[in-house]
């Protein structure tokens, strides 16, 4: 069974579309997370939930925007795309916020 | 505030020889400390993590990392490389205060025949 699972693992797409990203865990934790990989490997937070509540959304364009139905998933939805957003994007879920951090496969986003 | 330095993005190694991946942490509390490994194509997997107690840690693989308060330094030891080591390394800090992990840049490590 995936802890973790990511869909789509590939996206490609044309600059301006609208598309989303879903992400659902399995291990009954209470706090998820997206995080964006660039092209250099580093890897910036984007968003933070615990329990279905936003706790931390970093300096990103309003263009991403979360939204977590229940406590078992965290979608990402992003308007608009621009190049600049072709990257990895991971999901991750931990048991609280200061545990470690499970992660899905990554969804690899190519904006042409 | 928290934050994660690792030192050489790029660390290649020769089969059987020791790898040493640095990592330093700066943190207002007693930290949270971990390591990720991510190989190609794939999510970050732990390698092992440091919350209390013992200050030598031994994770999955081989590997094992001490926590040095005095040096405030996470490094990421194995004795022996082998080929299936070569992955991207990741060291990270939980901050207890704003409940959230800060990662470090990334080493790539590379391990040649």
């Not at chain 2, 930290?31 to 794939?42: D, E, M, R, T």
Request: net charge positive.
């Amino acid at each position: 069974d995936t802890a973790v699972s990511q869909t789509p693992k590939y996206l490609v797409t044309q600059m301006g579309n609208d598309k989303s990203i879903k992400c659902e865990q399995n291990l009954g934790h209470d706090t998820m997370y997206w995080y964006k990989q660039d092209s250099k490997k580093f890897l910036k937070i984007m968003f933070s939930y615990n329990n279905k509540e936003l706790i931390i959304n970093e300096t990103v364009p309003n263009r991403f925007s979360p939204k977590s139905p229940d406590k078992a998933h965290l979608n990402l939805h992003i308007n608009s795309l621009e190049l600049g957003d072709s990257a990895v994007y991971f999901c991750a879920s931990s048991p609280n916020q200061q545990l470690q951090a499970f992660f899905g496969q990554g969804t690899r986003l190519t904006v042409v | 505030a928290q934050s994660v330095t690792q030192l050489g993005s790029h660390v290649s190694v020769s089969e059987g020889a020791l790898v040493l991946l640095r990592c330093n942490y700066s943190s207002s509390v007693p930290p949270y400390l971990f390591w990720y490994v991510q190989y190609p194509n794939q999510g970050l997997q732990l390698l092992l993590k440091y919350t209390t107690g013992a200050t030598l840690v031994k994770g999955i693989n081989g590997f094992e990392a001490e926590f040095k308060k005095s040096e405030t330094s996470f490094h990421l030891t194995k004795p022996s490389a082998h080929m299936s080591d070569a992955a991207e390394y990741f060291c990270a800090v939980s901050d207890r205060l704003r409940n959230q992990f800060y990662f470090g840049t990334g080493t790539s490590l590379t391990v040649i025949p």
